[in-house]
């Protein structure tokens, strides 16, 4: 069998996941009643060549992602991951850090990418410090642009590049995801095209995605619209709206890569399989990820 690298979506949702805490609108309530609703943060797994695991963001719901990951490479043992790569440190992307830690799986030496900035800006912390002390946790910077391989043989090598997002924590990354035959994007957040573009020195989507040279894109699709919380300020919590999205890509076309929406909050509509919104997005040729789905690389 020809060795391939396998990308796993363990998570589509925004950071606090769905039902979202304290929140009493449909799409939660629903969740609580009915588990096949409820949906995790976003993270992906990337399995390796040689069968090392490799762990996207770090979530609330880490044994829930592991068990699922597990189940889908059709394994009765849980995987642990052997190294993990983190974006940003916005909560959802990281509340699950502490569970490598003494108080459950009491790892070793977990290898931790990041960027500069992130790393200097989470080591700061008091729980951190304990875990780097027990020798948990091992921090691993790697600089905007830097081609690395999280394990030697993994067949598979990630890329972090600068996404101009919030920045109250440290800073933001996007990662590419090169494999054996395809490249993926996973960019879960970012605050506007606009400044993506201004980045990158690009004048539309489809130029972004040239210049990364990319056959997939799973990108931030936070929000539908501008309208979808009320009583919030949204300018708060920049991020693009799908519509925006959708509007910027128009239809899909031949050479264009195979680009889905990931990072759902609880208000997006998409979230229904039968929503209109999500029947647009689909007649457009994109795609809503869904957990579970794998992609070989």
């Known amino acids: 069998m020809t060795p391939r690298v396998i990308v796993t979506i363990l998570g589509t949702a925004q950071d606090a ?3 979202q805490a304290g929140c009493s609108c449909d799409r939660c309530l629903n969740a609580h009643n009915n588990q096949n609703l409820k949906k995790y943060p976003v993270s992906i797994g990337i399995q390796g060549i040689d069968g090392s695991k490799h762990l996207i963001e770090v979530t609330r719901n880490l044994p829930e992602q592991l068990r699922l990951w597990s189940d889908e490479m059709i394994t009765q043992k849980i995987f642990i991951p052997d190294t993990v790569t983190i974006t940003h440190l916005h909560l959802g992307h990281i509340e699950g850090i502490g569970q490598f830690g003494k108080p459950v799986m009491g790892i070793k030496n977990m290898p931790i990418y990041l960027s500069e900035m992130n790393k200097n800006s989470i080591e700061e912390r008091n729980d951190i410090q304990l875990m780097i002390k027990e020798k948990n946790l091992k921090f691993i910077s790697r600089k905007y642009h830097q081609t690395f391989e999280p394990k030697k043989g993994c067949g598979f090598t990630l890329k972090l ?3 101009p997002h919030r920045s109250e924590l440290g800073d933001t990354s996007a990662i ?4 054996l035959q395809r490249t993926l994007l996973f960019m879960p957040d970012q605050d506007s095209w606009i400044e993506t573009f201004d980045n990158y020195s690009v004048n539309n989507i489809r130029e972004f995605f040239k210049s ?3 056959d997939l894109a799973w990108i931030d699709g936070t929000f539908w619209s501008l309208n979808e919380l009320p009583g919030r300020n949204l300018s708060e919590i920049p991020h693009p709206t799908i519509e925006d999205s959708i509007r910027l890509l128009g239809i899909k076309k ?4 195979d680009v889905s929406f990931i990072h759902l909050n609880h208000s997006n509509p998409v979230n229904d399989r039968n ?6 997005v689909e ?3 994109w795609g809503i990820c869904k957990r579970n789905k794998t992609e070989s690389l």
Not at 176 to 179: D, I, P, Q, R, T
Not at 254 to 257: H, I, T, W
């Open 176 to 179: 590419l995801v090169k494999g």
């Open 17 to 19: 996941g769905i039902p």
């Open 275 to 280: 929503s209109k919104e999500r029947k647009l």
């Open 283 to 285: 007649s457009y040729g």
């Open 212 to 214: 990364l040279e990319i």
């Open 161 to 163: 590049i600068s996404i």
């Open 254 to 257: 031949e050479n264009d890569p």
